[in-house]
Nanobody, 118 residues
Framework: QVQLVESGGCLVQPGGSLRLSCAASGLKLSDFEMGWFRQAPGQEREFVASIRCRDDGTNYADSVRGRSTIFKDSAKSAVYLQMNNLRPEDTAVYYC???????????WGQGTQVTVSA
């Protein structure tokens, strides 16, 4: 059974940085695409970034491109989202998602809160 546990969310000042972690268990990372999504209060959940673990192909939302980096550590079965130059509009609950590359089955984590405020 695939399980995802996010961590690293916190209160950070505008312009600051943080790194979110997604610890994955019950899967072989190379069989999955791992993604980060976020949901702000009253808004739809939106895509942030993804990495295809088989070949490290990445994709970013326009809102975070150039400020964020998604990467993995296969030995630790973990995926990370490094976010720099944070803005108040980055405030949201951030979710990790694992999608099987062949079966298309997706699993979500429970989320971690990121708040960007002075």
């Amino acid at each position: 059974q695939v399980q995802l546990v996010e961590s690293g969310g916190c209160l950070v000042q505008p312009g600051g940085s943080l790194r979110l972690s997604c610890a994955a268990s019950g899967l072989k990372l190379s069989d999955f695409e791992m993604g980060w999504f976020r949901q702000a209060p009253g808004q739809e959940r939106e895509f942030v970034a993804s990495i295809r673990c088989r070949d490290d192909g990445t994709n970013y939302a326009d809102s975070v491109r150039g400020r964020s980096t998604i990467f993995k550590d296969s030995a630790k079965s973990a995926v990370y989202l490094q976010m720099n130059n944070l803005r108040p509009e980055d405030t949201a609950v951030y979710y990790c998602r694992a999608t099987h590359l062949v079966l298309g089955r997706a699993t979500w984590g429970q989320g971690t809160q990121v708040t960007v405020s002075a």
